[in-house]
């Protein structure tokens, strides 16, 4: 059975930082693209970051880029997202999700992990 | 940029009755669009990927259909399971990022 796993969320300061993991198992994880797709409170989703099977290539959002950082361990089945700068507007639900192979679509998600950004 | 228009945003049907979203890209995109479905609390679940496939476990009341800049999810009998929020998803890329419409809310009678 896929499973996505994620943790690392939580309360932290406007400014501050949190490495969020993402951890797989299940499936052949070295082969599947990743990626990180967020909801704030009560929106929509967003697309946030995306990895390669052997994190050779990665992607980011505008909103994100330069503040935020994928990585992948592939031996250890888990996919990152260090994210830094923290604004009020990073708020929300963090999910990882998988590519489904030869489809642009995702086709397995975490739970998510929240990240709360306040004074 | 290319965006995603979901309408309508909200739509209130009963029991049986046939639900159509629409998705609307703002130019051109390839078919690849994707459908998900997300309840209450729940991580979204995948419905329809590549415009029209439906994914592992869907049941065949679901269909997807559409090209060019106008795509289709359609519910042909509504459940009542079936109440929660549907996001259409378009993969670009160059450079490579996904991107979602905003999401119609399904609101079962």
């Known amino acids: 059975e896929v499973q996505l796993l994620e943790s690392g969320g939580g309360l932290v300061q406007p400014g501050g930082s949190l490495r969020l993991s993402c951890a797989a198992s299940?499936?052949?994880?070295?082969?599947?693209?990743m990626f990180w797709v967020r909801q704030a409170p009560g929106k929509g989703l967003e697309y946030v970051s995306g990895?390669?099977?052997?994190?050779?290539?990665?992607y980011y959002a505008n909103s994100v880029k330069g503040r935020f950082a994928i990585s992948r361990d592939n031996s250890r089945n888990t996919v990152f997202l260090q994210v830094g700068s923290l604004r009020t507007d990073d708020m929300g639900v963090y999910y990882c999700?998988?590519?489904?192979?030869?489809?642009?679509?995702?086709?397995?998600w975490g739970h998510g992990t929240l990240v709360t950004v306040s004074s | 940029e290319i965006v995603l228009t979901q309408s309508p945003a909200t739509l209130s049907l009963s029991p049986g009755e046939r639900a159509t979203l629409s998705c609307r890209a703002s130019?051109?995109?390839?078919?690849?669009v994707a459908w998900y479905q997300q309840k209450p609390g729940q991580a979204p679940r995948l419905l329809i990927y590549?415009?029209?496939d439906r994914a592992t476990g869907i049941p065949a009341r679901f269909s997807g259909s559409g090209s060019g800049t106008d795509f289709t999810l359609t519910i042909s009998s509504l459940e009542p399971e079936d109440s929660a929020v549907y996001y259409c998803?378009?993969?670009?890329?160059?450079?490579?990022?996904?991107?979602f419409g905003q999401g119609t809310r399904l609101e079962i009678k």
């Open positions: 999700a998988r590519q489904k192979a030869g489809s642009y679509s995702l086709d397995y």
């Open positions: 299940g499936f052949s994880f070295g082969s599947y693209f």
């Open positions: 990895i390669s099977s052997n994190g050779g290539t990665t």
């Open positions: 130019q051109s995109i390839s078919n690849f």
């Open positions: 590549d415009t029209s």
């Open positions: 998803q378009q993969r670009i890329n160059r450079p490579l990022s996904i991107s």
